[in-house]
C-alpha cells in the first residue's frame, strides 16, 4: 500500500463538522471595499518580495494609497528586481527599522495616515514604537491583535482573538480583547457576533484560570459591560465550532457549534490554533490591530501577498466603521 494511503486517512473530514461548497468569505470583504475610497496609509519597511508586492497590490485594488518608508535605494532596487513599479508612489527614506516605525507612527499621529501597514520588519520592532506611552498609538483601549479566519472547515468568518500582542493577559486586558473582537465584527458585517471563551473544559474550575475568567466575562456581558455579542463559556475549541460536539456533551447555548470568535486563554494557544488551521486546516488568514488610534495591518513576515490583500481590507472596513461617510 502506498505510503499516501495513510495520510489521506489522516486527514480525513471530521464527520463531526459541516463543510460548504463554497467557503470561502475574504472576497466578500474586497468586494465591500470597491465602494469605499483607498485610506491613506504608511506602509513601514517593505523590504522583502511579498511585503512590497501587498502594498502595491492593495493600492491597484483601490484598498490603500500607501506611502513607502524605508530604504529608498533599496527598496527602487528590490521593485526593479521583481519588476513592480513603485513610482506612483511616496517614499520616505530612513535609515533603520527603527526610524521607518517611528516616521509611520507620527504620520499616523498626525492625521497623515489613516492606517499603518507592518513590511518585513519584525512585530516587536514595530509594536514597540506604535506603544510607546506618550508619542505611540494608544487610545483608552487596550491594544490587541486578531486574526481575521476564512476556513474550508466552518461555514462562518472566524476571528480569533488575541494571538499577536497580548502574551498572558491579565483579565481587565481581556474585557478590551473581547469588545474589539465585538467591534471588528460588527465592521466586518456580523451585527451581533457570538463569543465562545475558550478554554480546556466546559465547566468552571477554580484549578483552571480561563474558566473563572470566561465566567466573569459572560456575566460582564449580562451586566451590560461588553456589549455588541452573545457571550459563552468557558467552551472548548470543539463544542465552539461544532453543533453535533456540543449535542453529544449536551451543551446548549446560542453560541455553541456558531462562534464567530474565538477567545483564547493566551498568545501561545491562540497563535498555535490560527496556525495550524492555516497550515493543516487550508485555513486563510488575514490580520489586524485594534486598540490604537487608526487600523495596524499586522501580518507574518511569511504571509503571502494576498493575506497582506486581505489585511488591507478589514483595515479598509474597520476605518470606515469609526468614520462613516456620509451618503455613502
Known amino acids: 500500500m502506498s505510503d499516501l494511503a495513510p495520510l489521506a486517512e489522516a486527514v480525513a473530514v471530521d464527520p463531526l463538522v459541516g463543510h460548504p461548497a463554497d467557503y470561502h468569505v475574504f472576497h466578500k470583504f474586497i468586494e465591500r471595499c470597491k ?166 473544559v466546559e465547566t468552571v474550575n477554580p484549578k483552571i484560570p480561563s474558566t473563572m475568567e470566561a465566567a466573569a466575562l459572560c456575566k460582564m456581558a449580562d451586566r451590560g459591560q461588553i456589549t455588541g455579542g452573545v457571550l459563552d463559556g468557558p467552551l472548548a475549541f470543539d463544542t465552539a465550532v461544532s453543533v453535533n460536539a456540543a449535542r453529544i456533551k449536551n451543551l446548549n447555548s446560542p453560541v455553541t457549534g456558531q462562534a464567530d470568535i474565538l477567545v483564547v486563554p493566551d498568545l501561545e494557544s491562540g497563535n498555535m490554533l490560527a496556525k495550524q488551521l492555516e497550515y493543516l486546516g487550508g485555513a486563510q488568514l488575514a490580520g489586524i490591530v485594534l486598540g490604537a488610534r487608526v487600523p495596524v495591518i499586522l501580518t507574518s513576515r511569511a504571509d503571502s501577498a494576498e493575506t497582506r490583500l486581505t489585511s488591507c481590507a478589514v483595515a479598509v472596513l474597520l476605518h470606515y466603521a469609526t468614520h462613516p461617510i456620509a451618503n455613502l
Open 35 to 200: 465602494s469605499l475610497p483607498a485610506i491613506t496609509t504608511a506602509v513601514c519597511w517593505p523590504l522583502s518580495d511579498v511585503a512590497l508586492r501587498g502594498a502595491v497590490e492593495a493600492a491597484n485594488e483601490g484598498l490603500i494609497k500607501p506611502t513607502l518608508i524605508g530604504d529608498e535605494p533599496d527598496m527602487k532596487a528590490l521593485a526593479a528586481k521583481i519588476g513592480l513599479d513603485i513610482s506612483p508612489f511616496p517614499i520616505i527614506h530612513a535609515d533603520t527599522e527603527v526610524k521607518a516605525a517611528e516616521i509611520c507612527v507620527s504620520m499616523c499621529r498626525s492625521g497623515d495616515a489613516q492606517a499603518m501597514m507592518k513590511g518585513s520588519l519584525h512585530t516587536d520592532e514595530l509594536m514597540k514604537v506604535a506603544m510607546a506611552r506618550e508619542t505611540g498609538l494608544r487610545t483608552n483601549r487596550r491594544i490587541t491583535h486578531v486574526f481575521v479566519m476564512d476556513t474550508p472547515a466552518y461555514a462562518r468568518t472566524l476571528l480569533i482573538t488575541d494571538a499577536a500582542i497580548n502574551i498572558k493577559p491579565e483579565f481587565e486586558d481581556k474585557i478590551h480583547i473581547v469588545q474589539n473582537a465585538i467591534d471588528l465584527a460588527h465592521a466586518l458585517g456580523i451585527p451581533q457576533p457570538k463569543v465562545a471563551l475558550l478554554s480546556a
